[in-house]
């Protein structure tokens, strides 16, 4: 007679069910279907980049070679970025690209194709860029500027107030 103490219940395997997809090369587990990824930009050669921090924060500049998992070789010939190396934590990337860059590309190659492909237009007409102008525009005012800045503000909704009652009545 077995035991109380031996007898054994089949519990349930917690291990996951390892399927590979040959089109993903990925691991599934239990089964369940991939995902697609969730990242759109990546650190990539020609990617072009926003400073964060140092004596050019603020400025574009374009990855032109890839250092290691930390650092990459950055140019901006035509925003008066050097040619550096830079820290990835220190660097925002943008949604721009440098098409055919090669990769350890020259000042010169750089600039051509950001004159060629617009790229600094198309930075300084983003919405991003406007709100960064518009940003510090705002941080720069004085105290007389920002209360000229309130006065307008009481007017405009003054103005829109009483063009809302007009219509309304």
Not at 7 to 18: G, I, N, R, Y
Not at 91 to 112: D, E, M, W, Y
């Amino acid at each position: 007679m077995p035991d109380a103490r031996e007898a054994h219940v089949s519990k349930p395997s917690l291990q996951p069910t390892q399927v590979f997809d040959d089109d993903y090369d990925t691991l599934k587990f239990n089964n369940m279907p991939a995902q697609p990824s969730n990242f759109k930009r990546f650190v990539e050669v020609g990617r072009v980049v926003l400073l964060k921090s140092g004596p050019f924060e603020g400025r574009i500049a374009v990855i032109a070679e890839i250092i290691d998992h930390n650092r990459a070789i950055i140019d901006g010939p035509t925003t008066g970025v050097p040619r550096q190396s830079f820290p990835y934590r220190h660097l925002t990337l943008t949604p721009f690209v440098l098409a055919s860059l090669p990769r350890a590309a020259g000042t010169g190659v750089i600039r051509k194709q950001l004159e060629k492909e617009g790229t600094v237009e198309k930075w300084n007409k983003s919405s991003w860029a406007q709100k960064r102008e518009a940003v510090s525009k705002r941080r720069s005012l004085t105290d007389f500027e920002r209360f000229t800045v309130m006065l307008a503000k009481k007017v405009r909704r003054d103005q829109v107030r009483k063009s809302l009652a007009k219509a309304s009545a």
